[in-house]
């Protein structure tokens, strides 16, 4: 079974409507991220937590919003989705470490977003 | 800031010649320094990374990447490519030191391997 699980992995929405994707982890990872893909431009940090009752806004967090509902879970909402959101979302997680050591990240296997 | 640049968005090669994916990045303190691969419909996973040491970082599948601090460059190079590597190739970079977190990720190389 895979650690970091994405649902659904393909939607198709309307303009304006509330989306909510959602992302589980049986990694026991402390911290957790949104990342959006987009042909040509890479990834980018939407949103992070770093635990239940820290959330922190990334790089492009207007017009997301996210949930840490629990440790193992971390869900992205779309308030209202808009067609320039289209893209490939991926969730990842990693653990806590020493201060003065890397953490590395787990990908999700990433939800791909159609708004029309 | 950091940023990251890949300076190939394409690279078609044919099978068992050689590759070389180009990364270079633009900081003005220390970072660490990764390769991730993605595969046709699939996540991202790590190819390989450097935090210290050895400038010559060796990954899986064969791939292997130098740390050149002078030029601010971190190529990935795989002597001998198969079909099966073909994917994209994000390289990335995180600051160095206590807690860090945020990677910042270049736009992307698809490598296509022809037979």
């Known amino acids: 079974d895979a650690d970091v699980t994405q649902t659904p992995r393909n939607r198709i929405t309307k303009t304006g409507k509330r989306i909510m994707l959602e992302c589980s982890q049986t990694?026991?990872?402390?911290?957790m991220y949104w990342y959006r893909q987009d042909p040509g431009l890479g990834l980018r940090l939407i949103y992070y937590?770093?635990?239940?009752?820290?959330?922190n806004k990334g790089e492009i967090s207007d017009g997301y919003s996210v949930s840490r509902q629990a440790q193992a879970k971390f869900s992205l909402s779309l308030e209202s989705a808009i067609p320039n959101q289209t893209a490939l979302y991926f969730c990842?997680?990693?653990?806590?470490?020493?201060?003065?050591?890397?953490?590395?990240?787990?990908f999700g296997p990433g939800t791909r977003l159609t708004v029309l | 800031a950091q940023s990251v640049t890949q300076l190939d968005s394409q690279v078609p090669v044919f099978e068992e010649a050689p590759v070389e994916l180009r990364c270079n990045y633009s900081?003005?303190?220390?970072?660490?320094l990764f390769w991730y691969v993605q595969y046709p419909n699939q996540g991202l996973q790590l190819l390989l990374k450097?935090?210290?040491?050895?400038?010559l970082v060796k990954g899986i599948n064969g791939f292997e990447a130098e740390f050149n601090k002078s030029q601010t460059s971190f190529h990935l190079r795989k002597p001998s490519v198969h079909i099966s590597d073909t994917a994209e190739y994000f390289c990335?970079?995180?600051?160095?030191?206590?807690?860090?977190?945020?990677?910042?990720f270049g736009k992307g190389t698809k490598l296509s391997v022809i037979p």
């Open positions: 990842a997680t990693s653990v806590r470490t020493s201060a003065s050591s890397y953490n590395e990240q787990f």
């Open positions: 990694k026991g990872h402390d911290r």
């Open positions: 990335a970079v995180i600051l160095s030191g206590a807690g860090s977190y945020q990677l910042t």
């Open positions: 937590s770093f635990d239940v009752k820290d959330i």
């Open positions: 450097y935090l210290s040491g050895s400038t």
């Open positions: 900081s003005s303190v220390s970072v660490y």
